[in-house]
């Protein structure tokens, strides 16, 4: 295992008092012990992207995983309190070359599950590529000064955020900001990190309002639109993103982004609900 | 029951051969019969657009229903085939003002989910509101022709598409489309029809490539952005929609879009990833 913070967060546990055996031939549901982590704890509870690289990397760690992740959502049902977590992958369906997951998290003491659902793993194949979404011209990571986070929040300590052009505090009619995004200590981009960079970007009511309001990501959906060997290839130590909204109605808003390495390939697309307070 | 078909296409029958008494406070499944829809029929398996619809007409028909839909994803993970259905709807946990939903469609003989899926309702209330992302202009739907639909798919007789400055097989580098689409007879756009909506697009595939090519939907999330009040309040007999891929990749691509009312309100964003042969 790696020795970064990030590594240490996802991290998962077998759980060894179940029976992990399928029924003959069948496909088995995997529990894993999982805890929260200081070092990425938000306001009043966890990060959410790392509760979703957590639950990704359940299903990555399965033994009978198939392909990589095309595609999932994550709802946040509940608060999650500090201390361990129940994390539950079952594979649904595996077609030839597509593979459909549910996932949750559990606390003891609590009935229902914190978090719900959904992912398609799928085996990639050569074909017509093309992006249509091209990385706007921005300046190299290293050339931009790191954003300096608010206090007390110990998840963002763990991020550089650069911006181009913009300010997570800007206020004003438009929600757009692009940004360098880069894990702190430096990790090399893979796909837990990249689904937590997903939920990264500041809150959009903040850019809008130009300060903090209270909000909290109700469900988060992530495309991605590399597969691992190319992932890996690309050796990305960051990540450029865009991200806007396109609506605040009566209590919740949406939040979308695009993400892209370094050279400019189109790594993932992203849009989540978001309960807030104005 | 309205007589259109669209309303028989998400038609549903509580299983009376079900105990359906919820634990004792607790949240009751509802299980449901359905059929798929001659009307709606697709090429080789049913409209996506009205599997999807029914799914959510089954929460919104579920007694324990809190608010309106704010956010759902449903994967398609298996081929439906004609005849009966099982569709199942569970609330998973219900909070003060949001409830998270999971969902299921089965047929007999298949011993896997054929569809799997996570929604969340939500109470709206009254806060700052405000859209980003605004209606272009586009002359009113009955000063533009119906796009002649190819012809054996039935679902595609049940859609007026009207298209403003763009084709649906204009070929070359750009999937950017923009269109009026309404029901075939015309029916107010409510939360069904407006999901159904949502997967009625041309498949951006064929977009580029200027002609139909095998596909399918893979996942499909929707984003709302009203709610059933205002809806209702919009009267809508159309929705003008904008949509586009943000990536093709080895094998996969998405699909994104920006539904509006006639009236310019913000409706719903959607985004898909869908499985292509080029």
Redesign the interface.
């Known amino acids: 295992m790696n020795d970064h913070d990030f590594d240490r967060a996802i991290q998962l546990q077998a759980d060894d008092s179940l029976d992990l055996s399928a029924p003959s031939g069948g496909l088995a549901t995997m529990r894993y012990l999982a805890h929260t982590s200081e070092p990425y704890w938000n306001a009043i509870s966890p990060f959410g992207g790392t509760t979703v690289a957590l639950v990704l990397n359940a299903i990555l760690q399965h033994p009978q995983r198939l392909g990589d992740p095309?595609?999932m959502?994550v709802?946040f049902?509940?608060p999650i309190q500090k201390g361990p977590m129940l994390v539950e992958v079952s594979p649904?369906?595996t077609?030839r070359?597509?593979q459909?997951w549910?996932m949750s998290i559990r606390q003891q003491g609590d009935d229902?599950?914190?978090l719900?659902?959904?992912a398609?793993f799928?085996v990639?194949?050569?074909?017509?590529?093309?992006?249509?979404?091209r990385m706007p011209a921005a300046p190299p990571p290293e050339t931009l000064e790191r954003q300096t986070p608010p206090a007390n929040v110990p998840f963002l300590e763990r991020y550089a955020m650069r911006y181009v052009d913009s300010h997570p505090l800007q206020g004003g009619?438009?929600?757009l900001t692009q940004c360098w995004i880069s894990d702190l200590p430096p990790r090399p981009v893979d796909f837990p990190s990249l689904a937590a960079y997903c939920d990264s970007f500041a809150p959009r009511l903040f850019v809008?309002k130009g300060a903090p309001r209270p909000i909290s990501t109700?469900?988060l959906?992530i495309?991605f639109?590399?597969?691992g060997e190319a992932l890996a290839n690309e050796q990305c130590l960051a990540a450029f993103g865009r991200s806007?909204?396109?609506?605040?109605?009566?209590?919740?808003y949406?939040q979308?982004a695009?993400l892209w390495s370094p050279r400019g390939s189109?790594l993932a697309?992203t849009?989540q609900?978001v309960?807030?307070?104005?």
Do not use: C, K, Q
């Not at 806007?244 to 919740?252: I, L, V």
């Not at 309960?275 to 104005?278: M, N, Q, S, T």
């Open positions: 095309l595609a959502t709802n049902a509940g649904i369906r077609g070359s597509t459909h549910a229902s599950p914190l719900t659902g959904t398609v799928a990639r194949r050569d074909t017509w590529s093309d992006s249509e979404s009619d438009s929600s809008r109700v469900s959906s495309n639109h590399i597969d806007r909204a396109n609506g605040f109605y009566r209590g919740y949406d979308e695009v189109l697309t849009h609900m309960w807030f307070r104005d």
